[in-house]
């Protein structure tokens, strides 16, 4: 939760809605990202859908089983 929280305050302080994301598979982290919606001018970049997206990329498809957003 915490680095969630470090990410929500990174993307808020760069403008963004304040808000992180981590991705964890058996206690490793995968991916942490905050909003990137105002700097991309992507409506579908959420801290949560870029979490996933990085977490898919790492394991090599989209079955992210055991996984906790």
């Given at each position: 939760?915490?680095?969630a929280l470090e990410?929500?305050?990174?993307a808020g302080?760069?403008?963004?809605?304040?808000?992180?994301a981590v991705?964890v598979i058996?206690?490793?982290v995968l991916?942490?990202?905050?909003?990137?919606?105002?700097?991309r001018?992507?409506?579908?970049?959420?801290a949560?859908?870029?979490?996933?997206?990085?977490?898919?990329?790492i394991?090599?498809?989209?079955?992210l089983?055991?996984?906790?957003?």
């Amino acid at each position: 939760m915490t680095l969630a929280l470090e990410q929500a305050r990174c993307a808020g302080a760069q403008g963004e809605v304040p808000v992180g994301a981590v991705l964890v598979i058996g206690g490793e982290v995968l991916a942490a990202r905050g909003n990137e919606r105002e700097r991309r001018r992507d409506p579908t970049a959420h801290a949560e859908m870029l979490a996933l997206r990085d977490g898919a990329a790492i394991v090599g498809g989209w079955r992210l089983k055991e996984a906790t957003l």
